[in-house]
């Protein structure tokens, strides 16, 4: 009898046991499903604690903005060999005709060169007291403006190179000082002028020559 008894008993116990430990699992797997706390702003819960939240990375981009340099000054004009020079001089005796009736070429004041636009030549020569100076320049086909400045050549200390006098004419060919308003020169003593050439517009042959009276 007391066997019969313990054969009830422990299948009953084991019985318990099971039930005991369903509710421990049930328990447990409610607790997973229990919400996280609430966090401040700017953190996030990860499961354990509140941390801080990580911004998000920039977007990566597609190439460079940076802007390309600012091009470089145009620079000087490639001086003509004798040949050119008699093709872009051609028309530079009627012009003087025109804007310097009666004067006279004054030596070493030619200049002729292939330009791009903004690109310019330079010559110095030599100026005497009491004369009277007249500059007349040509552009061939291409250059649509053509400009001219006498340059003073010895500036004062500490002060740039005075531009003395331009041309006011616009298009391929320019007149500097024509006569009977030419550009004299004021001091008592010879002196040095430089005469720039500048296309200012267009690309191409251009010459220019001084004249003096």
């Given at each position: 009898?007391?066997?019969?008894r313990?054969?009830?008993?422990l299948p009953f116990c084991?019985?318990?046991?099971?039930?005991?430990c369903k509710?421990?699992?049930?328990?447990?797997s409610?607790?997973?499903?229990?919400p996280p706390?609430?966090c401040?702003?700017?953190?996030t819960?990860?499961g354990?604690a509140?941390?801080?939240t990580?911004?998000?990375?920039?977007p990566p981009?597609?190439g460079?903005?940076t802007?390309?340099?600012?091009?470089?000054?145009?620079?000087?004009?490639t001086?003509?060999?004798?040949?050119?020079?008699?093709?872009?001089t051609?028309?530079?005796?009627?012009l003087a005709q025109?804007s310097?009736?009666?004067?006279?070429?004054?030596?070493?004041?030619?200049?002729?060169g292939?330009?791009?636009q903004g690109?310019?030549?330079d010559?110095?020569?030599?100026?005497?007291p009491?004369r009277?100076?007249?500059?007349v320049g040509?552009?061939l086909p291409?250059?649509?403006?053509l400009?001219?400045?006498?340059i003073a050549e010895t500036?004062?200390p500490g002060?740039?190179?005075?531009?003395l006098?331009t041309?006011?004419?616009v298009g391929?060919n320019?007149?500097l000082?024509p006569?009977?308003?030419c550009w004299?020169?004021?001091?008592?003593?010879?002196g040095?002028?430089?005469l720039?050439?500048?296309?200012?517009s267009?690309?191409?042959?251009?010459?220019?020559?001084?004249?003096?009276?």
């Amino acid at each position: 009898m007391i066997a019969s008894r313990r054969r009830l008993v422990l299948p009953f116990c084991a019985l318990i046991l099971v039930s005991a430990c369903k509710k421990k699992g049930g328990e447990e797997s409610n607790l997973g499903n229990v919400p996280p706390p609430s966090c401040t702003p700017g953190t996030t819960w990860n499961g354990q604690a509140c941390v801080p939240t990580t911004s998000n990375p920039p977007p990566p981009t597609t190439g460079s903005t940076t802007p390309p340099p600012p091009p470089g000054p145009a620079g000087k004009a490639t001086p003509l060999d004798a040949q050119s020079s008699a093709a872009a001089t051609a028309g530079l005796g009627a012009l003087a005709q025109q804007s310097a009736p009666g004067a006279k070429p004054v030596s070493g004041s030619l200049l002729a060169g292939n330009f791009q636009q903004g690109q310019t030549l330079d010559v110095v020569f030599s100026v005497q007291p009491g004369r009277c100076y007249t500059v007349v320049g040509a552009g061939l086909p291409n250059v649509q403006n053509l400009d001219l400045a006498f340059i003073a050549e010895t500036p004062l200390p500490g002060f740039s190179s005075p531009v003395l006098a331009t041309d006011q004419t616009v298009g391929p060919n320019a007149t500097l000082a024509p006569q009977p308003n030419c550009w004299k020169w004021a001091l008592p003593m010879a002196g040095t002028l430089k005469l720039v050439m500048t296309v200012s517009s267009g690309s191409g042959m251009a010459a220019a020559q001084v004249y003096e009276k």
